[in-house]
């Protein structure tokens, strides 16, 4: 036999007794691994403040790693029935890197609370915070306003607090606040006006009567839906109808008659831009009206939005 072929059997037995060994001990490795069942998570982060110094700057660039290593984890755990321990750590350090970081606040209560079949309530509470603390960073966000109002308002009270119906109660009454800011900003997103609507009936119901008013003025203010506009006015008739509130009626009706007025003179002047718009940009000046007039009384020689609503309901409700 030639050394070449001595060295390619020698080589051949040396990879085949490889082979063999690797095979006998994951045998019984895999018989093992089949008996280990993954019950606890371990965390591999420091705190969130050490996190941040760790990311050496990177830490929009970090916190989008971690997060994707959540939504990864979060599927894996739910696949294996198991709970995430992880997840509320995870989230402080996120939330510590990149706080304006949307996309986290829009997800919060849906991956917390979707853990097991029982939801300790001091998790809900860290739902709540989070959410909380989105609207802190992002106070003109109307979509987490609504995600929180939501939770704080409806999916909370009737999922996870129906053994404390007191603080239940008092949830459904802050969300509904929470809603009412979700209307207000929500301009031209009229799908968030419509979902936010629901917090104004929470107010009527827990007879905040005012609040429900403030509530469904400033959504009726702030959209352009007149399909919206239509629903709010059908609602507050029929509060005011029910409780016999004719005061509730005629106050709104004094409201609805000052923001036609308000309409009318926008689309007069500037028919081609949106309410909000308007808003910003202040009652249109008429020189050839009242130039040389201090302190002339009529609506239409108001500078301000509020002085010349104040003007209108002097000039037409004495």
Same mark, same amino acid.
């Given at each position: 036999?030639?050394?070449?072929?001595?060295?390619?059997?020698?080589?051949?037995?040396?990879?085949?007794?490889?082979?063999?060994?690797?095979?006998?001990?994951?045998?019984?490795?895999?018989?093992?691994?089949?008996?280990?069942?993954?019950?606890?998570?371990?965390?591999?982060?420091?705190?969130?403040?050490?996190?941040?110094?760790?990311?050496?700057?990177?830490?929009?660039?970090?916190?989008?790693?971690? &997060?994707? !290593?959540?939504?990864?984890? /979060?599927?894996?755990?739910?696949? /294996?029935?198991?709970?995430?321990?992880?997840?509320?750590?995870?989230?402080?350090?996120?939330?510590?890197?990149?706080?304006?970081?949307?996309?986290?606040?829009?997800?919060?209560?849906?991956?917390?609370?979707?853990?097991?079949?029982?939801?300790?309530?001091?998790?809900?509470?860290?739902?709540?915070?989070?959410?909380?603390?989105?609207?802190? !960073?992002?106070?003109?966000? #109307?979509?987490? &306003?609504?995600?929180?109002?939501?939770?704080?308002?409806?999916?909370?009270?009737?999922?996870?607090?129906?053994?404390?119906?007191?603080?239940?109660?008092?949830?459904?009454?802050?969300?509904?606040?929470?809603?009412?800011?979700?209307?207000?900003?929500?301009?031209?997103?009229? !799908?968030?006006? &419509?979902?936010?609507?629901?917090?104004?009936?929470?107010?009527?119901?827990?007879?905040?009567?005012?609040?429900?008013?403030?509530?469904?003025?400033? #959504?009726?203010?702030?959209?352009?839906?007149?399909?919206?506009?239509?629903?709010?006015?059908?609602?507050?008739?029929?509060?005011?109808?029910?409780? !016999? /509130?004719?005061?509730?009626?005629?106050?709104?009706?004094?409201?609805?008659?000052?923001?036609?007025?308000?309409?009318?003179?926008?689309?007069?002047?500037?028919?081609?831009?949106?309410?909000?718009?308007?808003?910003?940009?202040?009652?249109?000046?008429?020189?050839?009206?009242? #130039?040389?007039?201090?302190?002339?009384?009529?609506?239409?020689?108001?500078?301000?939005?509020?002085?010349?609503?104040?003007?209108? /309901?002097?000039?037409?409700?004495?």
């Amino acid at each position: 036999m030639s050394r070449r072929n001595r060295e390619l059997l020698g080589t051949f037995l040396l990879v085949f007794a490889a082979v063999m060994a690797v095979s006998t001990v994951r045998r019984h490795l895999f018989a093992t691994h089949k008996l280990v069942k993954e019950k606890q998570d371990v965390y591999f982060l420091p705190a969130p403040k050490q996190v941040v110094i760790l990311s050496l700057g990177y830490k929009a660039a970090v916190a989008d790693i971690l &997060w994707a !290593h959540v939504m990864v984890s /979060q599927g894996l755990h739910s696949f /294996q029935n198991r709970r995430f321990d992880n997840l509320l750590l995870l989230y402080d350090a996120i939330n510590e890197l990149d706080p304006t970081w949307r996309s986290p606040y829009l997800f919060a209560d849906a991956l917390i609370t979707f853990q097991s079949a029982v939801t300790p309530y001091e998790e809900v509470v860290r739902a709540r915070e989070i959410l909380e603390l989105g609207v802190k !960073h992002l106070p003109y966000d #109307a979509e987490i &306003w609504l995600n929180l109002g939501q939770f704080v308002a409806f999916v909370a009270p009737s999922s996870y607090l129906f053994d404390q119906p007191e603080v239940a109660a008092r949830w459904r009454t802050e969300g509904a606040r929470y809603l009412a800011t979700a209307a207000e900003l929500s301009g031209d997103s009229s !799908h968030i006006g &419509w979902q936010a609507l629901g917090g104004a009936n929470v107010l009527a119901r827990a007879g905040e009567l005012d609040a429900a008013m403030r509530f469904w003025q400033r #959504a009726y203010a702030v959209t352009d839906d007149e399909e919206l506009r239509a629903d709010i006015r059908q609602k507050i008739e029929g509060y005011a109808a029910e409780l !016999h /509130q004719e005061k509730l009626a005629k106050r709104f009706e004094a409201y609805r008659e000052r923001d036609d007025a308000f309409k009318q003179l926008v689309v007069g002047e500037l028919p081609f831009i949106r309410r909000n718009a308007a808003l910003a940009l202040g009652p249109p000046p008429q020189p050839h009206r009242c #130039a040389g007039l201090p302190g002339d009384p009529r609506p239409e020689c108001a500078t301000t939005w509020y002085d010349w609503a104040l003007r209108y /309901q002097r000039a037409h409700r004495p």
